[in-house]
Structures are given as structure tokens and as C-alpha cells.
């Protein structure tokens, strides 16, 4: 029989994204949750409210849900095996950079303390996981120098530092992020930014690839401060397909 103090798996999942937006600054709501549950809202009202009976969240009179502090202490432990068995698969077992998000969700939920600590240490004592989420109990942070993607205009440089959990769950998007090499530590610079197609075409070096704004939203970026916006004029040529 399973203990009634041991989140199933999908709360566990449920916590983890509540806890992600929430350290990413979003206000975290049941729609948003579907979303990236990829559930009816119904669905995901209907879990949120018996996480709120299990004293794991509580939601105001605004429908904004917010962790306990017994929901965040949980939450906190979801992440950190979560972004450990992600870097674990990714730097270890050589999965790839997408798929390792993916797996480490059947991954995680296998880890004992005892297994968690030795990872931690064959590992270097890593705080972040290969996406740029701070790994919980490092001190890390994410840092608030960064800015997101698509506050850049054309001509600015950056560094990419940080992908939103929410975008890990498509696994296509990431697939395409890694072939083009907009991951973290990776430079890149703005070609172009068209705020009525909602495209920003940015260039890694290798490639120039075309982002929605929506997506480019979700990425965060340290900004060069030596680089200035210039007028775009031109469209980029041959630019790697737009994901939206």
C-alpha cells in the first residue's frame, strides 16, 4: 500500500511545474498548469484542488495557486532529482540534450536519498541542470541579470543562459533548439526582430535560426553590455525554419 504522505508521480509533476513558474516570477494559474500538463483544464483544477486538501497548495481569491511551505519543501525535492537525473543521462549515459528531459521524468521518481547523493558527487556537485534551471539545495539562483530573448532588438549580443522548464516539455522544440545550438553558454546575436510576425531571427555563429516571440520569451539571455540595437532592414538569408 502506498504511503499517504508520498506524492503519486503526477503530483510530484504537478509540483515541479508549480514550483518552476514560481521561480521563474509567473503567476501560476489551473489553465496554465493544463498546459503544460497537457490535460483539460478540468483535469488539472481537479488535481490542483486535492493538492490543496493535502495542504500542498493553497489558491486565492484571484485563482492564483501558490506551494505551502510542507508543498515547497516537496517541490524542492522533485527538482533537484528531477535535474540531477537530467544531468546524470545527459552527462553520463551521453542521452541526448532534448531527450534527457524527457526520460528523466521515469527516471527521477526511482531515486533514493542514498542514490541522489552519490549522483551529486559523481557529478562534481553540479547547480544547474544542462537546461540552466538552478539545482535546489545548491544556493543556486537564477540570476536576475537575465533577461528574457525577446526584449533584445537587432544588433544586440548575449549569452544564452537559461531555457524554461515549460518549453522542455515539447520535445520537438528542444530537438530544435540543440541542433542549432541555442542552449546555455552558447553567444548569440539578433539578425532581426519583427514584432508584427512575432519572429526574432538570431544568430548562433553556425546557423541563423527564427524563434517565435512567445518562445524567445521563455529563454533567458545575458545581455552584452558593449553591443548596441542597430535598424534592421534586411530579412536574414535562408534563416533555419520559425518554431512558435
Same mark, same amino acid.
Given at each position: 500500500?502506498?504511503?499517504?504522505?508520498?506524492?503519486?508521480?503526477?503530483?510530484?509533476?504537478? &509540483?515541479?511545474?508549480?514550483?518552476?513558474?514560481?521561480?521563474?516570477?509567473?503567476?501560476?494559474?489551473?489553465?496554465? %498548469?493544463?498546459?503544460?500538463?497537457? /490535460?483539460?483544464?478540468?483535469?488539472?483544477?481537479?488535481?490542483?484542488?486535492?493538492?490543496?486538501?493535502?495542504?500542498?497548495?493553497?489558491?486565492?481569491?484571484?485563482?492564483?495557486? #501558490?506551494?505551502?511551505?510542507?508543498?515547497?519543501?516537496?517541490?524542492?525535492?522533485?527538482?533537484?532529482? #528531477?535535474?540531477?537525473?537530467?544531468?546524470?543521462?545527459?552527462?553520463? %549515459?551521453?542521452?541526448?540534450?532534448?531527450?534527457?528531459?524527457?526520460?528523466? +521524468?521515469?527516471?527521477? +521518481?526511482?531515486?533514493?536519498?542514498?542514490?541522489?547523493?552519490?549522483?551529486?558527487?559523481? %557529478?562534481?556537485?553540479?547547480?544547474?541542470?544542462?537546461?540552466?534551471?538552478?539545482?535546489? =539545495?545548491?544556493?543556486?539562483?537564477?540570476?536576475?541579470?537575465?533577461?528574457?530573448?525577446?526584449?533584445?532588438?537587432?544588433?544586440?549580443?548575449?549569452?544564452?543562459?537559461?531555457?524554461?522548464?515549460? %518549453?522542455?516539455?515539447?520535445?520537438?522544440?528542444?530537438?530544435? &533548439?540543440?541542433?542549432?545550438?541555442?542552449?546555455? =553558454?552558447?553567444?548569440?546575436?539578433?539578425?532581426?526582430?519583427?514584432?508584427?510576425?512575432?519572429?526574432?531571427?538570431?544568430?548562433?555563429?553556425?546557423?541563423?535560426?527564427?524563434?517565435?516571440?512567445?518562445?524567445?520569451?521563455?529563454?533567458? /539571455?545575458?545581455?552584452?553590455?558593449?553591443?548596441?540595437?542597430?535598424?534592421?532592414?534586411?530579412?536574414?538569408?535562408?534563416?533555419?525554419?520559425?518554431?512558435?
Amino acid at each position: 500500500m502506498r504511503d499517504a504522505s508520498v506524492p503519486s508521480p503526477k503530483v510530484e509533476d504537478y &509540483l515541479q511545474a508549480i514550483y518552476s513558474l514560481e521561480t521563474e516570477g509567473e503567476r501560476i494559474i489551473s489553465a496554465r %498548469l493544463s498546459r503544460w500538463m497537457r /490535460v483539460t483544464p478540468p483535469t488539472a483544477w481537479a488535481t490542483v484542488r486535492r493538492m490543496a486538501r493535502d495542504g500542498l497548495v493553497s489558491v486565492d481569491v484571484k485563482k492564483t495557486i #501558490h506551494l505551502t511551505k510542507r508543498g515547497r519543501d516537496l517541490a524542492e525535492k522533485v527538482a533537484r532529482r #528531477h535535474r540531477l537525473s537530467e544531468r546524470f543521462l545527459n552527462d553520463v %549515459l551521453g542521452l541526448g540534450w532534448a531527450e534527457a528531459h524527457d526520460e528523466a +521524468h521515469h527516471f527521477e +521518481h526511482g531515486l533514493t536519498p542514498a542514490i541522489e547523493g552519490r549522483i551529486f558527487s559523481l %557529478l562534481g556537485n553540479p547547480t544547474t541542470c544542462p537546461h540552466g534551471s538552478p539545482i535546489p =539545495g545548491t544556493g543556486a539562483v537564477l540570476s536576475p541579470d537575465l533577461v528574457p530573448m525577446d526584449t533584445l532588438e537587432a544588433g544586440n549580443s548575449a549569452t544564452v543562459e537559461f531555457i524554461s522548464e515549460e %518549453l522542455e516539455e515539447d520535445l520537438e522544440l528542444l530537438r530544435y &533548439l540543440d541542433r542549432h545550438g541555442v542552449r546555455p =553558454g552558447q553567444a548569440i546575436t539578433v539578425d532581426e526582430k519583427v514584432q508584427s510576425t512575432g519572429l526574432i531571427a538570431i544568430n548562433t555563429g553556425r546557423d541563423l535560426v527564427s524563434l517565435g516571440l512567445n518562445v524567445a520569451a521563455r529563454i533567458r /539571455v545575458r545581455r552584452d553590455p558593449n553591443t548596441k540595437a542597430r535598424r534592421s532592414t534586411e530579412s536574414p538569408s535562408r534563416p533555419a525554419a520559425p518554431r512558435s
